[in-house]
């Protein structure tokens, strides 16, 4: 079957021709296949480039080596990795993946075949991919599309549906269930009736997937369009309840109080406030975990006060909790220390009335100063996951310009291009009060006039001042001071007008 006209040529890299071209021109057919026809079909931009050829491994090998291209082959299924030295590595089509036509015997072991044999006819290779989008083969120079399993047909109406059965495409591989949420979450697609019932009988195989395998699906779900539907869909398949049964923990935990939402649902809902802006993925995770320790931290409040519950130290056993979820599914640490740490900090105190500035300083302390806005866009998404529809109130926005008035630098004699170590050594001065005057009259100059901070200009301005008797220099200096500190609470009171506190 083809479609001339679904393809514009002009979409797809020159490089990515050009290896085609080397194909055909040494009598071999070569199409590109599999997700990046998915993604022209789609008019998205390819993230990576396949090609599959009736050549074997060795004969691939021999076109390329003729040619500029580095040639990689280290896969047993035959894979032929050409390296366009001259593109930046995170091109898309940096490294090209020629694979041959390849069938599939026996699954075994529900992970890979048995056996792989090679092909001579591309309908073969077509038969063994996962889903009817990503079976479809295009050659740019003949124009022609191969789609035998109307793949076109269920990318326009948005369907995943597996080549074949899908009992059988299941249990050969049980990561294509994963695959299949995964590109429901990325693309926004439905499962059909039939992928959709064998998803929710198949789910137990999954338990023969490597953790690697798992993590690198949930890790795209999680940083996906249409993450929040993926994770429902996991757990309406079950799928949830086998890898994160955590969260499954906060269905029908009611939180009482302010609290409309269950604990399930309200970190769903702070998550797809992280998933609309497009945070990063250790604060979309976070958002996701950030109360995942409440149902195992709940007790009756007994009566003390208004609450009906309280989670005591939820916090801290959230952040173990996501730990060990994160640990076993293998996550790379320098992600899963940042999720731990945001989600154990989540519940900083932020009473405008009583916070004060030396605990705003411990909690960037506690997160580090590069991570003290992710808690605070965390703490958004608390906020808009409870149902309060707005996204900083007063109290927020005072501890945003709390922390602002952390970071900044203060003004101080610091800022001065000239210090007492060089006026001592190099400049032969005495050390003493004398040189703390000074320091604060130059400082005074500078604030007024920024560009006069150099040591050029500083350095006779300091033998200047050095004239000076002591009562002269001591006035000006001191005057120079209070100017200093008058400025110092003229820059914090313009951060609170800026941040409206
Ligand atoms: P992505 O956008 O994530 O790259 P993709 O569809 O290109 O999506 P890849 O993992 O790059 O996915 O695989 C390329 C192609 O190989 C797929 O489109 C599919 O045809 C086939 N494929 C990949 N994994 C499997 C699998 N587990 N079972 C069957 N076919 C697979
Ligand atoms: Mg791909």
Redesign the pocket.
Known sequence: MSRQKTISKKNIPKNVLWTLEQLHNNGYEGFI????V??LIMKKNP??W?ITTNATPEQIIAIFEQTDRRVVYENNFGTVGIINKELEKDTPDYAIEITPYRSEGHYSDKRRPDTVSFSTHISEDLK???FTM??LAYDPFSETLIDKYEGIHDIENGVIRTVGNPDERFSE?A??MM?AVRFSAQLGFICETETLSSLRKNIPLMKHVSPERIRDEFL?LIDADYAVDGILLMQKITMLSLIVPELEEGINCDQGGAHIYDVFEHNLKSFEHAVNKSYSLHVKLAALFHDIGKPRSRRKANGRGTKEWTFYGHEVIGANMSRDIMKRLKFPKELSDKVEKLVRYHMFFSDPDAITLSAVRRMVANVGEEMIWDLMDLRTCDRIGTGRPKEKPYRLRKYHAMIEEVLRDPISVGMLKINGDIMIGEMGMKPGKRMGWILHALLEEVLEDPTKNTREYLEPRVRAFDELSDTELQELGEQAKHQKDILEQEEVKKLHRKHKV
């Open positions: 296949v599999g997700g990046c998915r993604d993230h990576d396949d063994r991919r996962d990503n079976a591989d990561l294509r695959r795209k």
